[in-house]
């Protein structure tokens, strides 16, 4: 495979919080029963890839599906990142479109959103760009010449791709969706989209 880095980032299982339309951000939740199915589902997808390790957030639904991928495949070397959190969203954690509307009078469609800027407590925008473009960094100097399998979150995956891939603005990243790059030399290249168009 050369000394280029193949990356793939899978957004973790469905939440209570996503049955239920919540804006997660930094919020800690489980995995539903649906969410534990979606997540073997994916893992039977992956057998083919020889992944070498497995990097997660460090948040709960993150952990649990990055456990279940690595007992699935029998990946021992599980590790966690907390760069790969989902954007935090301060005072709108945890609430609904319709509750975030009604106390801050904005409609929250999208988790890049720039209107949560400012939002007390929340991650800007740019804030999270540079993160994302850190740990792009981060990877590509540690695991050169390795598989990586990076379990995340809605924000993070979508800000990567946006940066590194192409604007997403016609793709949603559901529960269990992913992509994978391939990095060599500071160039990205798509190998695989498993993502909703709409």
Same mark, same amino acid.
């Not at 939740?29 to 534990?36: A, D, I, M, N, V």
């Given at each position: 495979?050369?000394?280029? *880095? *193949?990356?793939?980032?899978?957004?973790?299982?469905?939440? +209570?919080?996503?049955?239920?339309?919540?804006?997660?951000?930094? !919020?800690?939740?489980?995995?539903? $029963?649906?969410?534990?199915?979606?997540?073997?589902?994916?893992?039977?997808?992956?057998? @083919?890839?020889?992944?070498? /390790?497995?990097?997660?957030?460090?948040?709960?639904?993150?952990?649990? %599906?990055?456990?279940?991928?690595?007992?699935? *495949?029998?990946?021992?070397?599980?590790? #966690? /990142? !907390?760069?790969? &959190?989902?954007? %935090? *969203?301060? +005072?709108?954690?945890?609430? @609904?479109? $319709? +509750? #975030?509307?009604?106390?801050?009078?904005?409609?929250?469609?999208?988790?890049?959103?720039?209107?949560?800027?400012?939002?007390?407590?929340?991650? !800007?925008?740019?804030?999270?760009?540079?993160?994302? &473009?850190? !740990?792009?960094?981060?990877?590509? &100097?540690?695991?050169?010449?390795?598989?990586?399998?990076?379990?995340?979150?809605?924000?993070?995956?979508?800000?990567?791709?946006?940066?590194?891939?192409?604007?997403?603005?016609?793709? &949603?990243?559901?529960?269990?969706?992913?992509?994978?790059?391939? #990095?060599?030399?500071?160039? #990205?290249?798509?190998? +695989? /989209?498993? @993502?909703?168009?709409?």
């Amino acid at each position: 495979m050369s000394n280029g *880095l *193949l990356l793939t980032l899978l957004r973790h299982g469905e939440t +209570e919080g996503n049955l239920n339309g919540k804006w997660q951000g930094d !919020t800690d939740s489980k995995l539903t $029963e649906t969410g534990r199915y979606q997540v073997l589902q994916v893992a039977d997808k992956f057998r @083919a890839g020889n992944y070498d /390790l497995i990097l997660y957030s460090g948040m709960v639904r993150s952990y649990e %599906s990055a456990m279940i991928i690595s007992r699935e *495949l029998a990946i021992d070397d599980v590790k #966690i /990142l !907390t760069s790969l &959190r989902d954007r %935090s *969203l301060g +005072e709108i954690e945890n609430l @609904a479109s $319709e +509750e #975030i509307k009604r106390s801050l009078g904005f409609d929250m469609t999208n988790i890049l959103s720039e209107k949560v800027d400012k939002v007390p407590g929340a991650e !800007t925008v740019d804030h999270l760009r540079s993160r994302v &473009r850190m !740990t792009e960094k981060y990877l590509q &100097r540690k695991y050169s010449g390795k598989r990586v399998l990076g379990v995340s979150h809605g924000g993070f995956i979508r800000m990567f791709y946006r940066e590194f891939v192409s604007d997403p603005h016609n793709i &949603r990243f559901t529960n269990c969706s992913y992509f994978t790059v391939f #990095i060599d030399n500071g160039k #990205i290249s798509l190998r +695989e /989209l498993s @993502a909703k168009q709409v």
